[in-house]
């Protein structure tokens, strides 16, 4: 595995930092050996992330590198927009310099910034921004495969953006693999890929008449090469979050599903979008569950809940009063989540 480093600087313990927080609990390619980040500089990544690997957070590259060898920078945020936060600029200067190459997963892109690039070739490393769509005539159009797939395909959707739709689906398929069950998962975000996810795409960044043909097309080929029982398809945004509408719409179109599993946070009171400019109340979960079914013709046959801003014990009264509620099995994303992946198998 590759050793690095991740940069959040002042967003390790946001939303926005999901990046950060998606790798600290699981990466293929990736050994994360450290975090930049000087608001908690001296602490450990978990103390932060619930669930982070045990990693000394510094306050910046250079003396991150005097205690560990690193190779790779990888940006760890996914900003609103997609922005390069400016603060991030001398980290990732001060990587290049040290011949780290960098990896974003932001719209920004690496590679036309003239600074950045220009000081990468300077010092001979590369730059990689993953967010970045295929040429046009690689991408794929729709073509109703979903009657050649003989697995069920379960997209985990949620009610807000940045709200653990990736983590409920990793706990899940990992809970999945430990029965025995043939199951495979297709990204639709950078740090699923970073994850080290061959199969999905960077969904937000696709041409929208290509978004549902592309998707679709990894699907397909999931299927095609593994030959899975289940399919697993990652979310972004939510089906009535005003400004991530096209992700949840494509998903479904997508993977016309065979059920939905359901992220929510219950304590969360609005939208991870600007909260405090825009103020857009969180969904009730009803009204979510009703937009679903219109769009794809599915139920949502399971809830998982983001804990944030929540006690242990009004987390297990959300959970008692949801599966009353709806007759669903309910769980913590982070917690016991063997009755999501049982109601998942009883759908075959």
């Known amino acids: 595995m590759i050793k690095t480093l991740i940069l959040t600087d002042g967003f390790l313990d946001e939303g926005t930092a999901k990046t950060a927080h998606g790798l600290l609990r699981h990466s293929e390619t990736y050994d994360i050996v450290g975090v930049i980040d000087p608001k908690f500089e001296g602490k450990s990544a978990d103390e ?11 306050a910046d590259v250079s003396s991150a590198l005097e205690e560990k060898k690193a190779d790779v920078l990888i940006l760890g945020v996914a900003t609103i927009g997609g922005y390069l936060p ?47 769509s295929p040429p046009l005539d690689q991408l ?25 739709k990736r983590t409920a689906l990793l706990e899940v398929y990992g ?23 061959d199969y999905g795409l960077p969904l937000d960044s696709i041409k929208g008449d290509y978004m549902v043909g592309e998707l679709e097309h990894h699907i397909w080929r999931v299927w095609k090469d593994k030959e899975p029982d289940f399919i697993l398809v990652e979310g972004q945004g939510s089906i ?41 109340p969180m969904p009730e979960l009803d009204e979510e569950m009703e937009l679903i079914k219109k769009f794809s013709g599915a139920d949502v046959i399971a ?36 009755k999501i992946a049982e109601k998942i198998e009883m759908q075959k």
């Open 140 to 164: 794929h159009y729709f073509q109703d495969r979903k009657k050649e797939i003989d697995a069920l395909t379960i997209p985990f959707l949620g009610t807000d953006s940045s709200v653990g």
């Open 240 to 280: 009535s979050h005003p400004a991530y509408v096209c992700g949840s719409r494509a998903i479904l179109a997508a993977s016309q599903p065979d059920g939905v599993v359901l992220q929510h946070a219950p304590g969360r009171r609005y939208r991870h979008y600007q909260e405090e400019k825009i103020k857009w």
């Open 48 to 58: 932060i992330v619930r669930r982070g690997k045990s990693v000394k957070i510094y």
């Open 303 to 338: 809830i998982t809940l983001n804990t944030e801003d929540l006690t242990e014990e009004e987390t297990e009264e959300y959970i008692m009063r949801y599966e009353e509620k709806y007759g669903l099995p309910v769980a913590d994303a982070l917690g016991d989540i063997d």
């Open 175 to 197: 809970s999945l693999k430990k029965k025995g069950s043939k199951v495979e998962w297709v990204a639709t975000g950078q740090t699923g890929l970073l994850q080290g996810q």
């Open 86 to 132: 400016e603060n991030f600029r001398e980290h990732i200067k001060t990587a290049i310099k040290n011949g780290m190459d960098i990896i974003a997963g932001l719209h920004h892109f690496l590679n036309e910034d003239e600074e950045l690039s220009g000081l990468a070739e300077d010092h001979n490393v590369n730059l990689k921004d993953i967010r970045r």
